[in-house]
T-cell receptor, first 111, second 109 residues
Framework: EADIYQTPRYLVIGTGKKITLECSQTMGHDKMYWYQQDPGMELHLIHYSYGVNSTEKGDLSSESTVSRIRTEHFPLTLESARPSHTSQYLC??????????FGPGTRLTVL | GEDVEQSLFLSVREGDSSVINCTYTDSSSTYLYWYKQEPGAGLQLLTYIFSNMDMKQDQRLTVLLNKKDKHLSLRIADTQTGDSAIYFCAETPGTALIFGKGTTLSVSS
């Protein structure tokens, strides 16, 4: 079973608040990813990292930012949450192109 | 850009076979994947196939790949109620996975 964790699992927050979604993995994987899953279920890559101090934007434009100071940790931050940020956010990690291990996701609701 | 297409819903009876279809557009994808997502959970890799293969079988799962038509299918034999979930087809033409919208499989007893 994959050891990748996301907290919180559910978050309801008001507009304008700063939030950080946490993602940690204990597998020592260099590659980590953040996906946004629309209510209609489609997933889009919003950020990825190939190692410490490496971060890139994904295919879908996002107002969020990420950091990768430690191999095991890849947090995502929204400086000022808006209702349009309401979605499910999935974190994943991988060592190769064979498989990405996914966390359970954070379901974010911005009121 | 890349676009992966799937039908959105499939309903089968327990014990029947399920076939979920997927069409992808980027022929440079080296690997093609099937992921399963159960309610409230993340995605779990079910199986993958190399682009130079036509078929891969793993217990109740059979993956067929038609590179000419860019068509991928997942067959689940003897479908069980526990197979009810959303199934995502994905390809990797570059940086990360490109997903389809997912097919919701509903299994009735």
């Amino acid at each position: 079973e994959a050891d990748i964790y996301q907290t919180p699992r559910y978050l309801v927050i008001g507009t304008g608040k700063k939030i950080t979604l946490e993602c940690s993995q204990t597998m020592g994987h260099d590659k980590m990813y953040w996906y946004q899953q629309d209510p209609g279920m489609e997933l889009h890559l919003i950020h990825y990292s190939y190692g410490v101090n490496s971060t890139e934007k994904g295919d879908l434009s996002s107002e969020s930012t990420v950091s990768r100071i430690r191999t095991e940790h890849f947090p995502l931050t929204l400086e000022s949450a808006r209702p349009s940020h309401t979605s499910q956010y999935l974190c994943a990690s991988s060592e190769s192109r064979y498989e990405q291990f996914f966390g359970p996701g954070t379901r974010l609701t911005v009121l | 850009g890349e676009d992966v297409e799937q039908s959105l819903f499939l309903s089968v009876r327990e014990g029947d076979s399920s076939v979920i279809n997927c069409t992808y557009t980027d022929s440079s994808s080296t690997y093609l994947y099937w992921y399963k997502q159960e309610p409230g959970a993340g995605l779990q890799l079910l199986t993958y196939i190399f682009s130079n293969m036509d078929m891969k079988q793993d217990q109740r799962l059979t993956v067929l790949l038609n590179k000419k038509d860019k068509h991928l299918s997942l067959r689940i034999a003897d479908t069980q109620t526990g197979d009810s979930a959303i199934y995502f087809c994905a390809e990797t033409p570059g940086t990360a996975l490109i997903f389809g919208k997912g097919t919701t499989l509903s299994v009735s007893s």
